[in-house]
């Protein structure tokens, strides 16, 4: 430790970065100290990201200082932070299925040692900040909370002094979130340095000593989050108030079920699956079901039992608008209604490189005659686009761009606008928002309401409690390949729903028939 | 030595060219590349192999230049997928066509020429071992090399720090990068150790399985070395394994031949390639095995700024 | 270092100019490499391009060349296009001269039938369909790889043709030359212009030409096709068939080669010999990328792959280079338009790089 706890730990000062056709940082500022927790605060896109990687060695700032302990230093790679003593826990992991716990914390150490005296370290860290690991198991084995851990003890391994967590909580419950905290505020009073990336005001409010709030690539401005209400903060991170998404009267009840789950389970051959068991749900025209839960706990694999690029082991396990389904492939259930709105934007729900117009066909087929005897109409298809693109106000230079081309939260508004305009009995959709600027959700969120409201029933899939809040009418959590009973909105919790997401279910009950 | 004996040496020797051109391959798979120019490279390190040492007069200059030439082809290959971002299943197959009419071009004044058989090499006391000596020991030098390298591949990727490296960079190039790895420089190590590798199973055909020369020598085996990586599931061990198997379906095919069984030698000459496609089947069956197995990013294009 | 930033539209200028440059680089290099032989470069590229197309025979042989590679081709990139990497056109297009040589030698009637050589022309569909119909069920059925198993059958037919014509099939008056008996005027193609040898199967050719472009490009089918090689996860997503994509590109490219097999020995061979093809089938992967696996560019890749196989043999001839330096000009081809392929998507810049 520096003998002087007021030399800041890390100052940066006029630090700029530029992209092809973006200023991702320009002329930032910031100070770091000693044993403070220091939230950086912004949207996604506002340059949190890259001013992170400067001062990981992982880019390079076109401009700008930086001054470690006072002294001016140049950081090159990530093996020179790393050497400074600074340690980074990526907002995706930067760790490696195949290869065991022991060996992935090897890799993000410079001399990591002998395997069995760096065990022997493993086990020394995990016990003094209560981070339970088994060093031999593979990493594909791990909940994404465990993995997190590895994450955390390879930074705590290399002693860092400056500790960068990206977007941590993201993947975690709410009492998974209460024990990372724990071990922060137990690393701060040793003396280390905690940069917290988040945009999540309340736990910025509850952990943080100071927050640099970021927007478009600048730093416009920084406050002590427990004296500032959340309400100021997010508009200084947007620069505007917010559009809250209203919803319209309730629907008249006792509408037709649209989606049955029936005792649905998977198999799979894949040994990194989650498999699901015994799952039972119903959703009904003109309501919104939400399924909460931490990622990796068999979501992937309800989604794409759902939209049928897997297929079920018995079609009566799934049945659309009536119609049992679960042998149908995802062609045959789009003829019967359904819409879906893929996690992954641009590989799964977009083609890349292709253009809107041709992202458009890709599941606009059934509709609107793009194609007939087997030619594709491209002039319908081109319409089809500019339509998605006008009702939904995405920004864009025309159905000619390229899907890659968008930012995500106008890719994200021209699927979900693609698949709504088909006028679908049901939409899934999952992560609806996760990584779209909060102007975008405000309006994504309005579309699937509005959608609601017009007799569609809406499955929504979602680690974002907030969201689910906002928009469901009911919501089940997912845990361990395992789906719990549907609890109505205005019956539950934040905590309750937190609790099952760890795992922890009352005892099942038909809820889904009895509580709509 | 007795009949079994030769038997199985001849097994031995007719599996080496596949073990070092598949050693290769697997550690450049292992590092998330798929090199599908075995066959090309090891023509060209067999017909440079040949050449050098039909000029010099000696076989280790040969064996070097052979390694050598399969180093420089594999250098295109990384220049092109790692570098200039090329599809590596396109360079591969590009590298392979441009293997065969190289070495066809540089070998023509070569075919025909006769060369004295790489000498055997009886290693003292170990040669004098009953049954195992005769088999194992008395062999010549690049038989000793191919063992001791499948011994230092398999150590070095299961048991060191430099392995560990490699297989994360296969397993997730984007995450090694994010550490600091210099993910293209790996690779492009592991691709040139393909290269080589590739270069010296080619010397070993020219010079010591048939020493001479002959357009499109390898007949195939470079394939096979890259079908002998998936059947290993990405072990040194098992590829060795598989190595002597396909060894075996050589030498069963001209023992046939020899004993002028009925069955015309064209179908017998057939036996490596329907064995090739049959063991392919049976392992790949095993999704699951491919999967926990397979460096999970073979064959993509990493770019760092991505 | 050479820095590469990706382009957020793919660049027109780029994507014309990429195989003309490709092709530059190569006379560059091909005008070294003779000089490196010790031949003068300007002769000897002169007697690789020029002079094997000043006549009209020549410009029919350039066709008649640029047939097989053109069936091939079209076929082999419409599997690329997929992700689908065929590259045992080779097996399947002997097999196809197989099948078809199988119905002008045991099926034809002894005095000619009009049927005839239409029904070669489908028995050498049909023979390379069957061929390349074994990688398409190994791979849906197995997961094996078919870039190796499509691979180890062009080897398995090469063999069995080597079979067949030294044995069963062999001319008995044919002083023991592996090759089967000439086959009867009504079992060959006529030519089609007075004073060259080129038939109906290079109009054939320009007729799949269309059909391929009009396939990628127009149906809905070919649209899939474009989904399932660009982004599997998409094409599954939006409910595009893996398995019906497979079977379709292999059978029709297997197809395609099984015909250009035919026409060879229908055609100019007269007969059937080990010597069907100088490799027409692995060339035709060098002429599809090259066409940046468009049907109209894969035409013109064609004619340009065609000459450097006249180029070969008019050297041979006029300077004595070893006729492989047409499998080294055809390598280098590719390898420069793979290297230039990099600017369509990337642009290049001078800067500091790591990793």
């Given at each position: ?344 934007r641009l590989?799964r729900g977009a083609v890349p490189e292709m253009s809107l117009a041709d992202n458009a066909l890709l599941s606009g087929y ?15 298809a081109r319409?089809y686009a500019?339509?998605v693109i006008?009702?939904?106000?995405v920004?864009t230079?025309?159905h000619a761009t390229p899907a890659r081309?968008l930012?995500?939260?106008?890719l994200?508004?021209f699927i979900?606008g693609r ?98 | ?306 | ?222 649209f899939?096709?474009?989904v399932?090689?660009l982004t599997?996860?998409a094409?599954?997503y939006a ?117």
């Open positions: 430790m520096p003998p002087d706890a007021s030399v800041p730990r890390l100052a940066l000062t006029g630090i700029s970065k530029s992209f092809p056709g973006c200023r991702a940082n320009d002329g930032v500022g910031l100070t770091l100290m000693p044993g403070e927790i220091h939230a950086l605060l912004g949207e996604n896109g506002a340059g949190k990201s890259t001013l992170v990687k400067i001062i990981y060695g992982v880019l390079q700032a076109d401009s700008g200082q930086m001054a470690w302990d006072g002294r001016p230093v140049s950081i090159a790679s990530p093996a020179a932070a790393r050497r400074l003593g600074i340690g980074m826990v990526f907002q995706h992991f930067s760790l490696f299925d195949s290869l065991s716990v022991a060996e992935n914390i090897a890799l993000g150490l410079d001399r990591p040692g002998p395997m069995k005296a760096l065990v022997r370290r493993i086990a020394a860290v995990s016990a003094r900040y209560g981070l339970a690991l088994d060093p031999d198991r593979p990493v594909h084995s791990l909940s994404v909370g465990e993995r997190q851990r590895v994450e955390i003890v390879r930074c705590l391994l290399g002693e860092p002094r400056l500790l960068i967590m990206d977007e941590p909580t993201s993947v975690l419950t709410p009492q998974e979130v209460d024990g990372l905290f724990a071990v922060l505020r137990q690393l701060a009073a040793e003396g280390r340095t905690i940069l917290y990336i988040s945009h999540k005001l309340d736990e910025i409010r509850a952990l943080c000593g100071r927050a640099t709030v970021m927007r478009a690539g600048r730093v416009v401005g920084s406050c002590d989050p427990a004296a500032t209400t959340s309400r100021a903060m997010a508009e200084m991170m947007i620069g505007t108030g917010l559009a809250v998404p209203r919803r319209g009267p309730q629907s008249a009840p006792a509408r037709d079920t649209v989606l049955e789950l029936h005792h649905l389970f998977t198999t799979s051959d894949d040994p990194f699956a989650v498999t699901l068991a015994d799952v039972a749900l119903s959703v009904r025209a003109g309501e919104i079901v939400g399924i909460a839960g931490v990622a990796g706990n068999g979501q992937a694999e309800l989604l794409s039992a759902l939209s049928g690029e897997a297929r079920s082991p018995d079609p009566g396990m799934i049945v659309i608008g009536g119609v049992a389904a679960g042998h149908l492939g995802p062609r045959a259930r789009r003829s019967l209604g359904l819409a879906f709105v893929p996690e992954e590989g059934g509709s609107g005659g793009m194609v007939r005897r087997g030619l594709v109409r491209f002039g319908r319409r500019e339509r006008q009702h939904f106000g920004a230079r025309g081309a930012s995500g939260g106008n994200q508004k979900i698949e709504i305009l088909q006028n679908p009995r049901l939409l899934i959709a999952a992560q609806p928002t996760w990584g779209v600027d909060a102007g975008a959700a405000a309006q994504i969120h309005q579309a699937l309401l509005d959608l609601a409201q017009g007799g569609t029933a809406l499955l929504i899939v979602s680690q974002d409690l907030d969201e689910l809040f906002t928009l469901s009418d009911r919501i089940a959590v997912m845990h361990g390949g395992r789906l719990s009973a549907t609890t109505p909105v205005d019956q539950t919790t934040v905590e309750q729903i937190g609790l099952r997401m760890g795992g922890i279910f009352e005892e099942r009950t038909e809820t889904d028939h009895a509580s709509s | 030595m007795d009949h079994v004996t030769a038997i199985l040496v001849s097994v031995l020797l007719a599996a080496a060219p596949l073990l070092f051109a598949a050693l290769g391959e697997l550690v450049t798979e292992k590092s998330g590349v798929l090199n599908l120019g075995v066959e090309g490279m090891m023509l060209v390190g067999a017909v440079c192999g040949f050449a050098v040492t039909a000029h010099s007069g000696h076989a280790a200059l040969g064996i070097l230049a052979a390694a050598l030439a399969g180093m420089a082809l594999s250098a295109l290959f990384a220049l092109l997928t790692l570098v200039l971002l090329a599809n590596q299943v396109a360079t591969g197959l590009a590298l392979t066509l441009f293997g065969v009419g190289l070495s066809a071009l540089v070998g023509k004044p070569f075919v025909g020429t006769p060369l004295e058989k790489l000498p055997d090499l009886p290693l003292p006391l170990l040669s004098h071992l009953p049954l195992l000596g005769p088999l194992l020991f008395d062999r010549d030098p690049l038989i000793y090399l191919a063992a001791l390298l499948t011994l230092a591949v398999g150590w070095l990727l299961a048991r060191t720090r430099a392995g560990l490296v490699v297989r994360a960079v296969g397993e997730n190039p984007e995450a090694a990068h994010a550490l600091g790895y210099p993910v293209r420089l790996i690779r492009f190590a592991c691709i040139l150790f393909g290269g080589a590798m590739a270069g010296l199973g080619g010397a070993y055909l020219s010079l010591a399985y048939t020493p001479m020369w002959a357009e499109d020598m390898t007949a195939g085996r470079g394939w096979i070395a890259l079908a002998l990586v998936v059947f290993s599931t990405w072990r040194p061990g098992r590829l060795v394994l598989g190595a002597l198997l396909f060894g075996a379906f050589t030498i069963a095919q001209l023992h046939a031949q020899a004993l002028g069984l009925a069955v015309p030698p064209e179908f017998l000459a057939m036996l490596p390639y329907l064995a090739t496609i049959l063991v392919l089947v049976l392992i790949s069956r095993d999704a699951a095995r491919i999967r926990l197995n397979a460096p999970a990013a073979i064959g993509k294009t990493f770019h760092p700024d991505h | 270092m050479l820095r590469l930033e990706a382009r957020p539209h793919p660049s027109t200028a780029a994507l014309l100019l990429a195989p003309l440059l490709a092709v530059l680089l190569t006379l560059l290099a091909g005008a070294l490499l003779f000089a490196l032989l010790g031949f003068a470069p300007a002769a000897a590229l002169k007697a690789f391009f020029i002079t094997p197309v000043n006549s009209l025979y020549g410009l029919g042989e350039l066709a008649m060349k640029a047939t097989p590679l053109l069936l091939c081709a079209i076929g082999l990139a419409v599997g690329f296009r997929a992700n689908i990497w065929n590259i045992g056109a080779e097996g399947q297009l002997l097999m196809g001269a197989i099948a078809g040589s199988g119905v002008a030698l045991f099926l034809r009637p002894a005095d000619g039938a009009p049927w005839v050589l239409p029904a070669m022309f489908l028995a050498g569909a049909l023979g390379g369909m069957a061929w390349a119909a074994v990688p398409a069920f190994l791979k849906l059925r197995f997961n094996a790889s078919e870039i190796l198993t499509s691979l180890m059958l062009t080897y398995v037919a090469r063999l069995f043709l080597r079979w067949l014509v030294g044995g069963p099939w062999r001319d008995p008056d044919g002083y023991n030359f592996p090759q089967s008996p000439m086959f009867a005027p009504d079992a060959v193609i006529p030519p089609l212009l007075h004073g060259t040898r080129l038939g109906f199967g290079a109009l054939l050719a320009l007729a799949v030409t269309l059909g391929g472009w009009f396939l990628l490009s127009r149906t809905f089918l070919g899939q096709i474009r399932i090689g599997s996860a094409a599954g409910g595009f068939d893996r398995g019906r994509v497979t079977w379709l590109s292999l059978l029709l490219s297997g197809a395609l080669a099984g015909i250009a097999g035919l026409n060879e020995v229908a055609g100019p061979i007269g007969q059937l010999t080990p010597f069907v093809s100088p490799g027409y089938g692995f060339t035709a992967i060098i002429v599809a990328f090259l066409g940046r696996l468009h049907p109209i560019g894969i035409l013109f890749a064609s004619l340009l792959v065609a000459l450097s196989y006249l180029g070969g043999e008019s050297a041979q001839i006029s300077l004595g280079l070893p006729l492989a330096a047409t499998d080294v000009f055809q390598g280098m081809l590719l390898f420069f338009l793979l290297a230039s392929e990099v600017l369509v998507r990337y642009r290049p810049r001078l800067a500091r790089t790591r990793g």
